[in-house]
């Protein structure tokens, strides 16, 4: 069954820091684009980071630029997102996705995503 299965999430205090993981499994994603995306309830999902299939496309949000860094190892399947200095705005439910083959491509949005994991609860207490 190929999946994407997140974890690291939980409640933090702000300025403090979690790391996010990703895992996939049943199949390789090496050749794909990789992202992390965030949603609030009543809010659209949004995209928060991303990582082309060699590491040499990276993007981040502005809102979370300078503060985050995502990476994916492609032997062990994974990407991670870690998230330093938080805020309150940062709570929401954090999903990781793959993206198209060979993409660099960042402005497609959630639809040009294909596979999601169930995601993981960041709560950010002030």
């Known amino acids: 069954q190929v999946q994407l299965v997140e974890s690291g999430g939980g409640l933090v205090q702000a300025g403090g820091s979690l790391r996010l993981s990703c895992a996939a499994s049943?199949?390789?994603?090496?050749?794909?684009?990789m992202a992390w995306f965030r949603q609030v309830p009543g809010k659209e999902r949004v995209l928060v980071a991303g990582?082309?299939?060699?590491?040499?496309?990276?993007y981040y949000a502005d809102a979370v630029k300078g503060r985050s860094t995502i990476s994916r190892d492609n032997v062990k399947n994974t990407v991670d997102l870690q998230m330093n200095h938080l805020k309150s705005e940062d709570t929401a439910v954090y999903y990781c996705?793959?993206?198209?083959?060979?993409?660099?491509?960042?402005?497609?949005?959630?639809?040009?995503?294909?596979?999601w994991g169930r995601g993981t609860q960041v709560t950010v207490s002030s």
């Open positions: 996705a793959v993206g198209l083959e060979y993409s660099d491509e960042w402005s497609v949005g959630p639809a040009g995503f294909g596979l």
């Open positions: 990582i082309s299939w060699n590491g040499a496309s990276i």
């Open positions: 049943g199949r390789s994603f090496n050749s794909h684009a």
